[in-house]
C-alpha cells in the first residue's frame, strides 16, 4: 500500500532517545499531544490536544506493532478519518534516521488534497517539535 503521507525525519540523538520520544507518554507529551499512550500491543489510547470549533481534540488510537526500537504502528482515528501511522528507526553513521508513514485515507479524503497536505504539515511540525525535545 503506497503512502498517503510519508516523511524522513534525521536526528543527532540515538535510536534508544528517538524511540522513547516515541513511546513515552510524558516525552510524546512535549511533542505531540496530551495522552496516555503505551508501547503494548493492542493497548488503546488517546491523544488530546485543544478542541476547537471544527473538531474536539480527540485522537483516538490502537496499537498495532512494537518492535524495539525500530518499527512502531499505531491506528490514528480523528473526525471520521481512520488512518495508520507508522515509525520507522534506523541507526545512521550521525545519529537516527526516522520514517514516518500514514496510511489508509479514504478516497474522499484523498480527493480534497488540502486534508493530506494539511496531515503532512502537521507531521512537519510535530517532527520539528521532536527535534527541540531530543535536544533538550
Given at each position: 500500500m503506497?503512502?498517503?503521507?510519508?516523511?524522513?525525519f534525521?536526528?543527532?540523538?540515538?535510536i534508544?532517545?528517538?524511540?522513547n520520544?516515541?513511546t513515552d507518554?510524558?516525552?510524546?507529551?512535549?511533542?505531540?499531544?496530551?495522552?496516555?499512550?503505551k508501547?503494548?500491543?493492542g493497548?488503546t489510547?488517546?491523544?488530546?490536544a485543544?478542541?476547537?470549533e471544527?473538531w474536539?481534540g480527540?485522537v483516538?488510537?490502537?496499537v498495532?506493532e512494537?518492535?524495539?526500537?525500530?518499527?512502531?504502528?499505531y491506528?490514528w482515528e480523528?473526525?471520521g478519518?481512520?488512518?495508520?501511522?507508522?515509525?520507522?528507526l534506523?541507526?545512521?553513521?550521525?545519529?537516527?534516521?526516522?520514517?514516518?508513514?500514514?496510511?489508509g485515507?479514504?478516497e474522499?479524503?484523498?480527493?480534497t488534497?488540502?486534508?493530506?497536505?494539511?496531515?503532512?504539515?502537521?507531521?512537519?511540525k510535530?517532527?520539528?517539535?521532536?527535534e527541540k525535545?531530543?535536544?533538550?
Amino acid at each position: 500500500m503506497k503512502s498517503d503521507v510519508s516523511l524522513d525525519f534525521q536526528f543527532t540523538s540515538s535510536i534508544e532517545q528517538v524511540w522513547n520520544a516515541l513511546t513515552d507518554t510524558d516525552m510524546l507529551a512535549k511533542w505531540i499531544w496530551e495522552n496516555d499512550f503505551k508501547p503494548v500491543v493492542g493497548h488503546t489510547f488517546q491523544f488530546r490536544a485543544e478542541p476547537n470549533e471544527w473538531w474536539n481534540g480527540i485522537v483516538d488510537g490502537e496499537v498495532l506493532e512494537v518492535e524495539k526500537p525500530n518499527k512502531l504502528s499505531y491506528t490514528w482515528e480523528s473526525a471520521g478519518e481512520k488512518t495508520t501511522i507508522t515509525w520507522t528507526l534506523t541507526k545512521s553513521s550521525d545519529g537516527t534516521h526516522l520514517h514516518f508513514d500514514q496510511t489508509g485515507f479514504s478516497e474522499e479524503t484523498k480527493a480534497t488534497k488540502g486534508a493530506l497536505e494539511g496531515a503532512k504539515y502537521s507531521w512537519t511540525k510535530f517532527g520539528e517539535q521532536l527535534e527541540k525535545v531530543l535536544e533538550q
